[in-house]
């Protein structure tokens, strides 16, 4: 599991060396690498389901001030 860290720091860098060097595309597909690697750790297991928690609520919150509509208009 040590190895699955080292890859996510040095995509980590990766991406911030990119950013620096005003790189930005290298610097998305650095930083979507780590985030796929820590979503498959068991620590970022959790992950996706907190995603779909947090914006569940957030629609949730919402709809008093859609009124419920799906629809924009």
Known sequence: MGTVGLLIFF????????AKARVAG????????ALVLFIGTPAGAGLPGLVADFLS???AASEPL????????
């Open 57 to 59: 609520t957030v629609g």
């Open 26 to 33: 290298g610097a998305v597909v650095f930083a979507l690498l």
């Open 66 to 73: 859609t009124e419920g509509s799906g629809a924009v208009g």
């Open 11 to 18: 995509a980590i860098v990766g991406a911030a060396i990119c």
